[in-house]
């Protein structure tokens, strides 16, 4: 079974440049999380799909990040315009099930996507 | 969400039994008790879940007391391997909302 995977592994931009991750989950998991590791401190969340609907995104940090999961598959995040505190570790994770019975099987996490703003 | 609190590191030698404690005074009646383990440069990896008493799988064994105010993971006989970053995580039952934040979690180094 592969696993979860980010593209791409790592990316550098420029302030005000535009950004987009990529995430394909396990094949057939419903839900999909992001998360994010920003110079060196805690993993924190951002936002959590269930197929291509968004359950909550209370962590999403401002309007200059979009999340979008069309199709219920593989999801983007864009970032735009970046900023020099955009940089860390964006991780995504999935989980199968969506039935609330089932809501704490384990994610499952790629390895992130290092984002570098400078 | 209950915060967690976790020592910020710990040192083993090969081949002993670590504990880890966990503590989660704040835990409300449906949340579940996760492990994730994390090496550099690779994303949280599942260990272990439970609700109460005990639970064991091929990996570790998590201990919940009764008032489940706290938890201890238990990684059998370590090896150089299982040098890595441990996180416990409270998970909320009934509404699947993830833990927001991991929390600095424990710093393992095992030494030969």
């Known amino acids: 079974e592969a696993g979860v995977t980010q593209f791409p592994s790592h990316s550098v931009i420029e302030k005000g440049q535009t950004v987009t991750l990529r995430c394909d989950p396990i094949s057939g998991h419903d839900n999909l999380y992001w998360y994010r590791r920003v110079m060196g401190k805690e993993i924190k969340f951002l936002l959590h799909f269930v197929k291509e609907s968004k359950q909550d995104e209370s962590g999403m940090p401002n309007n200059r990040f979009l999340a979008e999961r069309t199709g219920g598959t593989y999801s983007t995040l864009k970032v735009q315009p970046a900023e020099l505190e955009d940089s860390g570790v964006y991780f995504c994770a999935s989980s199968q099930v969506s039935n609330p019975s089932s809501y704490n099987s384990p994610l499952h996490f790629g390895n992130g996507t290092r984002l570098t703003v400078t | 969400l209950a915060k967690t609190t976790q020592p910020i590191s710990m040192d083993s030698y090969e081949g002993q039994e670590v504990n880890i404690t966990c503590s989660h005074n704040n835990i409300a009646t449906n949340d579940y008790i996760t492990w994730y383990q994390q090496f550099p440069s690779q994303g949280p990896r599942f260990i272990i879940q439970?609700?109460?008493t005990k639970v064991t799988n091929e990996v570790a064994s998590l201990f919940i007391p009764a008032d489940r105010k706290s938890s201890t993971l238990s990684l059998p006989r370590v090896s150089l391997s299982d040098t890595a970053v441990y996180y416990c995580?409270?998970?909320?039952?009934?509404?699947?909302?993830?833990?927001?934040?991991f929390g600095s979690g424990t710093r393992l180094q095992v030494q030969p």
């Open positions: 439970g609700y109460k």
């Open positions: 995580l409270v998970t909320e039952g009934d509404t699947g909302r993830r833990a927001l934040t």
